[in-house]
Protein backbone atom coordinates (compact mmCIF):
# COMPACT_ATOMS: atom_id res chain seq x y z
CA UNK A 1 0.00 0.00 0.00
CA UNK A 2 1.34 2.95 -0.78
CA UNK A 3 -0.18 5.68 1.31
CA UNK A 4 -1.38 8.14 -1.39
CA UNK A 5 -4.64 8.88 -1.54
CA UNK A 6 -6.82 10.80 -3.86
CA UNK A 7 -10.21 11.83 -4.36
CA UNK A 8 -12.72 11.97 -5.51
CA UNK A 9 -12.33 8.58 -7.32
CA UNK A 10 -14.57 9.33 -10.11
CA UNK A 11 -16.03 12.59 -11.33
CA UNK A 12 -18.30 14.14 -13.76
CA UNK A 13 -18.33 17.62 -14.89
CA UNK A 14 -19.99 19.69 -17.80
CA UNK A 15 -17.76 21.14 -20.30
CA UNK A 16 -16.85 24.68 -18.99
CA UNK A 17 -17.42 24.18 -15.36
CA UNK A 18 -14.25 24.06 -12.61
CA UNK A 19 -13.00 21.41 -11.44
CA UNK A 20 -10.65 20.25 -7.80
CA UNK A 21 -8.99 17.47 -7.26
CA UNK A 22 -7.29 15.99 -3.92
CA UNK A 23 -4.40 14.28 -3.29
CA UNK A 24 -3.15 13.08 -0.11
CA UNK A 25 0.99 12.53 -0.23
CA UNK A 26 1.74 9.58 1.71
CA UNK A 27 3.52 10.49 5.33
CA UNK A 28 7.07 12.65 5.20
CA UNK A 29 6.76 12.79 1.20
CA UNK A 30 7.58 16.92 0.31
CA UNK A 31 7.24 16.79 -3.13
CA UNK A 32 3.84 15.75 -5.12
CA UNK A 33 3.64 15.19 -9.29
CA UNK A 34 0.32 15.46 -11.11
CA UNK A 35 -0.10 13.20 -14.15
CA UNK A 36 -2.53 13.12 -17.11
CA UNK A 37 -3.60 10.10 -18.52
CA UNK A 38 -5.78 9.75 -21.58
CA UNK A 39 -7.71 6.44 -22.27
CA UNK A 40 -5.27 4.15 -24.50
CA UNK A 41 -2.07 6.87 -23.53
CA UNK A 42 0.91 6.60 -20.91
CA UNK A 43 0.77 9.48 -18.37
CA UNK A 44 1.42 13.23 -19.19
CA UNK A 45 3.63 15.26 -16.65
CA UNK A 46 1.66 18.37 -15.72
CA UNK A 47 3.45 19.91 -12.88
CA UNK A 48 5.21 19.38 -9.31
CA UNK A 49 4.90 20.74 -6.14
CA UNK A 50 7.83 20.80 -3.79
CA UNK A 51 7.75 22.43 -0.30
CA UNK A 52 4.46 24.24 -1.31
CA UNK A 53 6.08 25.54 -4.66
CA UNK A 54 5.37 24.81 -8.63
CA UNK A 55 8.66 22.92 -8.61
CA UNK A 56 8.09 22.31 -12.89
CA UNK A 57 5.15 22.17 -15.23
CA UNK A 58 4.89 20.37 -18.33
CA UNK A 59 3.39 21.31 -21.43
CA UNK A 60 -0.72 22.21 -20.34
CA UNK A 61 -2.32 25.43 -20.19
CA UNK A 62 -2.61 27.77 -17.62
CA UNK A 63 -6.00 26.82 -17.05
CA UNK A 64 -4.52 24.08 -15.19
CA UNK A 65 -3.05 24.99 -11.58
CA UNK A 66 -2.27 23.49 -8.10
CA UNK A 67 -1.66 24.01 -4.65
CA UNK A 68 0.15 22.47 -1.97
CA UNK A 69 -0.36 22.33 1.48
CA UNK A 70 1.59 22.86 4.76
CA UNK A 71 0.85 19.08 5.32
CA UNK A 72 1.94 18.65 1.87
CA UNK A 73 -1.39 17.48 0.65
CA UNK A 74 -2.43 19.04 -2.66
CA UNK A 75 -5.03 20.12 -4.89
CA UNK A 76 -5.29 20.22 -9.11
CA UNK A 77 -7.75 23.12 -10.41
CA UNK A 78 -8.90 22.65 -13.96
CA UNK A 79 -10.79 25.44 -14.93
CA UNK A 80 -12.75 26.06 -18.05
CA UNK A 81 -13.30 22.03 -18.94
CA UNK A 82 -13.01 21.01 -22.21
CA UNK A 83 -14.40 17.56 -23.84
CA UNK A 84 -10.44 16.20 -24.10
CA UNK A 85 -9.78 16.72 -20.37
CA UNK A 86 -11.67 13.43 -19.69
CA UNK A 87 -8.88 11.31 -18.20
CA UNK A 88 -7.50 10.15 -15.08
CA UNK A 89 -5.69 12.28 -13.37
CA UNK A 90 -2.90 10.59 -11.25
CA UNK A 91 -1.14 12.30 -8.01
CA UNK A 92 2.35 10.76 -7.06
CA UNK A 93 4.48 11.78 -4.07
CA UNK A 94 8.15 11.37 -3.13
CA UNK A 95 10.54 11.72 -0.36
CA UNK A 96 12.42 14.36 -2.20
CA UNK A 97 12.77 15.34 -5.77
CA UNK A 98 14.88 12.47 -7.55
CA UNK A 99 13.41 9.97 -5.21
CA UNK A 100 10.83 7.28 -6.40
CA UNK A 101 7.66 8.39 -6.66
CA UNK A 102 4.69 6.56 -5.27
CA UNK A 103 1.68 6.98 -6.98
CA UNK A 104 -2.74 6.84 -6.12
CA UNK A 105 -5.21 5.38 -7.59
CA UNK A 106 -6.09 8.37 -9.89
CA UNK A 107 -9.55 10.01 -10.12
CA UNK A 108 -11.47 9.34 -13.22
CA UNK A 109 -12.78 12.53 -14.52
CA UNK A 110 -15.12 12.23 -17.44
CA UNK A 111 -16.59 16.14 -19.36
CA UNK A 112 -19.62 15.29 -21.11
CA UNK B 1 14.83 16.47 -24.97
CA UNK B 2 13.98 13.11 -23.37
CA UNK B 3 11.69 10.42 -24.85
CA UNK B 4 10.36 6.91 -24.52
CA UNK B 5 9.45 3.99 -26.84
CA UNK B 6 7.42 1.18 -26.11
CA UNK B 7 7.99 -0.87 -29.53
CA UNK B 8 4.82 -2.83 -29.00
CA UNK B 9 1.57 -1.82 -28.12
CA UNK B 10 0.03 -5.18 -27.29
CA UNK B 11 1.83 -8.55 -26.43
CA UNK B 12 -0.33 -11.77 -26.41
CA UNK B 13 1.47 -14.65 -24.56
CA UNK B 14 0.00 -18.08 -23.38
CA UNK B 15 0.39 -18.86 -20.00
CA UNK B 16 3.52 -20.21 -18.41
CA UNK B 17 5.32 -19.02 -21.82
CA UNK B 18 8.56 -16.21 -21.20
CA UNK B 19 7.71 -12.46 -22.37
CA UNK B 20 9.63 -9.07 -23.38
CA UNK B 21 8.55 -6.14 -23.37
CA UNK B 22 10.43 -4.01 -25.29
CA UNK B 23 11.85 -0.29 -24.41
CA UNK B 24 14.02 2.66 -26.03
CA UNK B 25 15.07 5.73 -24.55
CA UNK B 26 16.42 9.14 -25.83
CA UNK B 27 18.63 11.30 -23.55
CA UNK B 28 21.79 13.23 -23.60
CA UNK B 29 22.42 12.94 -19.89
CA UNK B 30 22.50 10.12 -17.36
CA UNK B 31 18.72 8.77 -16.96
CA UNK B 32 17.19 6.94 -14.10
CA UNK B 33 14.54 4.36 -15.63
CA UNK B 34 11.44 2.41 -14.18
CA UNK B 35 8.64 0.10 -15.05
CA UNK B 36 5.29 0.19 -13.44
CA UNK B 37 2.06 -1.76 -14.27
CA UNK B 38 -1.19 -0.65 -14.28
CA UNK B 39 -4.06 -2.84 -13.66
CA UNK B 40 -7.89 -1.82 -14.61
CA UNK B 41 -9.09 1.51 -12.98
CA UNK B 42 -5.94 1.59 -11.27
CA UNK B 43 -2.95 3.38 -10.49
CA UNK B 44 0.53 3.11 -11.37
CA UNK B 45 2.59 0.27 -9.22
CA UNK B 46 6.77 0.19 -9.49
CA UNK B 47 7.67 -2.80 -10.64
CA UNK B 48 12.06 -2.32 -10.76
CA UNK B 49 13.95 0.77 -10.83
CA UNK B 50 17.32 1.06 -12.65
CA UNK B 51 19.45 4.17 -10.80
CA UNK B 52 23.10 2.84 -11.02
CA UNK B 53 25.08 -0.27 -10.78
CA UNK B 54 24.26 -3.37 -12.04
CA UNK B 55 22.29 -3.31 -15.19
CA UNK B 56 20.60 -6.25 -14.47
CA UNK B 57 17.63 -5.19 -11.97
CA UNK B 58 15.29 -7.72 -10.46
CA UNK B 59 12.17 -6.78 -9.90
CA UNK B 60 8.73 -7.57 -7.97
CA UNK B 61 6.27 -10.96 -9.39
CA UNK B 62 9.54 -12.13 -11.31
CA UNK B 63 10.04 -9.38 -13.42
CA UNK B 64 13.62 -8.45 -14.19
CA UNK B 65 15.07 -5.83 -17.00
CA UNK B 66 18.93 -5.42 -18.17
CA UNK B 67 20.22 -1.57 -19.05
CA UNK B 68 21.44 -1.35 -22.10
CA UNK B 69 23.49 2.02 -22.39
CA UNK B 70 24.77 1.11 -25.97
CA UNK B 71 21.59 0.96 -27.22
CA UNK B 72 19.67 2.86 -24.67
CA UNK B 73 17.14 0.31 -23.77
CA UNK B 74 15.66 -1.34 -20.92
CA UNK B 75 13.67 -4.21 -22.05
CA UNK B 76 11.60 -6.14 -19.38
CA UNK B 77 11.59 -9.53 -19.20
CA UNK B 78 9.91 -12.58 -16.98
CA UNK B 79 10.74 -16.19 -17.88
CA UNK B 80 7.15 -17.84 -16.69
CA UNK B 81 4.01 -15.57 -17.13
CA UNK B 82 0.85 -16.21 -14.81
CA UNK B 83 -2.94 -15.10 -16.12
CA UNK B 84 -2.83 -12.65 -13.30
CA UNK B 85 0.15 -10.96 -15.32
CA UNK B 86 -2.45 -9.32 -17.84
CA UNK B 87 -2.13 -5.56 -17.49
CA UNK B 88 -0.76 -2.47 -18.57
CA UNK B 89 3.00 -1.89 -18.47
CA UNK B 90 4.73 1.41 -18.85
CA UNK B 91 8.17 2.51 -19.25
CA UNK B 92 9.51 5.51 -17.89
CA UNK B 93 12.32 7.81 -17.62
CA UNK B 94 13.61 10.58 -14.76
CA UNK B 95 17.02 12.80 -16.01
CA UNK B 96 17.06 13.92 -12.32
CA UNK B 97 15.10 17.54 -12.05
CA UNK B 98 11.30 17.26 -11.77
CA UNK B 99 9.69 15.02 -14.82
CA UNK B 100 9.02 11.90 -15.56
CA UNK B 101 8.52 10.77 -19.13
CA UNK B 102 6.68 7.97 -19.33
CA UNK B 103 6.13 5.75 -22.72
CA UNK B 104 2.70 4.73 -24.23
CA UNK B 105 2.62 1.35 -22.98
CA UNK B 106 2.12 -2.29 -23.49
CA UNK B 107 -0.57 -4.39 -22.72
CA UNK B 108 0.08 -7.64 -22.04
CA UNK B 109 -2.43 -10.38 -22.83
CA UNK B 110 -1.58 -13.80 -20.75
CA UNK B 111 -3.81 -16.24 -22.49
CA UNK B 112 -4.62 -19.89 -20.86
Known amino acids: ETGVTQSPTHLIKTRGQQVTLRCSSQ?????VSWYQQALGQGPQFIFQYYREEENGRGNFPPRFSGLQFPNYSSELNVNALELDDSALYLC???????????FGQGTRLTVV | AQSVTQLDSQVPVFEEAPVELRCNYSSSVSVYLFWYVQYPNQGLQLLLKYLSGSTLVKGINGFEAEFNKSQTSFHLRKPSVHISDTAEYFCAVHTGGFKTIFGAGTRLFVKA
Open chain 1, 92 to 102: ASAAAMNTEAF
Open chain 1, 27 to 31: SGHNT
